[in-house]
């Protein structure tokens, strides 16, 4: 009996998806839920699953079909009765044959008893009587070994090559490590032949040029020339959509771009401080992301120009009444924008869950296309890689993307409570919010960041990690 595999439904918008790669052939056998081939749809690339075990029996989509939801893919056949690989289940059959009884019914076995323990034949034997001979013979043989002991005695210290590595002192021997001297090749003037710091020096003229050309190789060594130089290949569904939304989003908005820096020591100081025990409850480690997050979402409750969408044919402007925050996640694939819901009732805690989650499915190509869509607001940590700041491109439909640059160490101008000013060591970074400017004014823009800025240098999320 034979099942027909169809298009799911991808998503409420999605109405039909290109198949992009068969990761089984035909003939193959599959497991229910084993991922079949991969679909590419305007909003995301992703496995379907094979509804039912067996055996691939046709593919009726190929490679950059354009199937539509509920059309046939394949079909999926029963296992044939694979019963009879049991076959090979007679081949432990040889295992009854060393049994004990049967070997001793074979008159082969008796001849391999004889020759080795009865002592009769032994002793008959004229061979066995030198065997005997090397057991108290070969015993006294280790008493020579003694004799090797004389070797480190340096008999030979009559010879001047030998003992000038006798006279030379642990200052003498520093000297010609650090100039590169073999104190083999020299001959000391000292009393005795000893070497002398003189000696030394006299023989460190060809030593001096070697340690510069020693660190010229590792430099070679790390370079790692590419596969992808000289290639031209064929660009991805995925990377075909990123590209036209990049081009859609800059040609129907007025994108601007704004920077502020943020000393966020307090909050590197919390973070060191509970980090440890926060990922033993959580199962989750504490990075400086949902702290971001949390001050950005408290700060479009009160800014809520950054958390909203214009419709320039209708002449209106939706101010958000929630938080839906797009989270730019870096894949194999390309840029996606997974969507968390509903994040200003979230605390610390469950921001970072839910950002470790939906970042792993992600990855993995386990999104639905509707966690695709739907954000209100988008950050993206451009410093995940060491960018000190970028200046984003927004996520239609959002009239805003907040940047997160690298958090990095750096001297300070710190002011403390008498107004005196002094140099520190603190934690900076870049915020850069880019933002629609045809509803949203730099005013607007500089409002929000600056507000951002006042709550995390303040760090006071005590409460919100339960303390």
């Known amino acids: 009996m034979s099942q027909r595999v169809v298009m799911p439904a991808l998503g409420e918008s999605v109405t039909e998806g290109t198949v992009t790669r068969w990761l089984k052939n035909v003939g193959d056998t599959v497991e229910m839920d084993e991922p ?121 210290d009559t010879d001047p090559a030998v003992s000038a590595g006798a006279y030379v002192t642990p200052l003498v021997r520093k000297m010609a490590d650090e100039l590169g001297v073999n104190l083999d090749k020299v001959v000391g003037t000292g009393v005795g032949g000893r070497i002398r710091k003189t000696d030394v020096q006299a023989a460190a003229g060809s030593a001096v040029p070697q340690p510069t050309v020693a660190p010229a190789t590792p430099t070679k060594a790390a370079i790692q020339e590419s596969p992808l130089r000289g290639r031209t ?22 994108q601007l771009t704004t920077v502020v820096e943020v000393d966020i020591t307090r909050i590197a100081r919390l973070r060191d401080m509970v980090k440890r025990d926060f990922e033993s409850r959580e199962g989750a480690k504490l990075s400086f992301m949902p702290f971001f997050v949390k001050a950005a979402v408290e700060g479009l409750k009160a800014h ?23 989270i730019a996640v870096d894949t194999e694939r390309g840029l996606l924008v997974p969507v968390m819901r509903n994040v200003g009732d979230l605390s610390i805690a469950g921001i970072s869950r839910r950002i470790a989650e939906l970042a792993e499915r992600t990855r993995k190509s386990q999104v639905a296309p509707d ?57 900076m ?32 999320f005590e409460a919100d990690l339960g303390l």
């Open 36 to 156: 079949l081939l991969e679909v590419s749809t305007d909003k995301v690339d992703t496995e379907i699953p094979a509804p039912v075990a067996g055996v691939l029996l046709e593919i009726l989509a190929p490679t950059d079909a354009v199937v539509l939801v509920g059309a046939e893919l394949a079909v999926i056949g029963a296992a044939s009765g694979a019963a009879t690989p049991a076959a090979p289940t007679p081949v432990p059959a040889p295992t009854p044959a060393p049994t004990p009884s049967s070997i001793a019914a074979a008159p082969v076995p008796a001849p391999k008893p004889a020759p080795a323990p009865t002592p009769t034949s032994v002793a008959a034997a004229p061979v066995p009587a030198p065997k005997p001979i090397p057991v108290p013979a070969a015993a006294p043989v280790p008493a020579p070994k003694p004799a090797p002991a004389p070797t480190p005695v340096p008999v030979a």
């Open 371 to 427: 966690e695709l869509s739907g954000s209100t607001f988008t950050i993206t940590n451009t410093g995940s890689r060491g960018a000190l700041f970028d200046t984003p491109i927004i996520n239609q439909p959002n009239g805003a993307i907040l940047g997160l640059g690298a958090v990095v160490k750096r001297p300070a101008v710190v002011s403390d409570e008498t107004g005196s000013e002094s140099i520190a060591i603190r934690s």
């Open 304 to 326: 809520p120009i950054v958390n909203a969408s214009m419709d320039i044919e209708a002449g209106t402007i939706t101010y958000h009444d929630a938080e839906h925050i797009g």
């Open 233 to 254: 290949e064929n660009m991805s569904r995925l990377r075909k959509v990123i590209a036209q939304r990049m081009v859609e989003s800059l040609q129907v908005s007025a």
């Open 429 to 460: 970074c870049y915020l850069s919010l880019s933002y629609d400017h045809r509803f949203v004014d730099g005013a607007d823009a500089t409002r929000y960041l600056s507000a951002l800025k006042a709550r995390l240098e303040a760090g006071a």
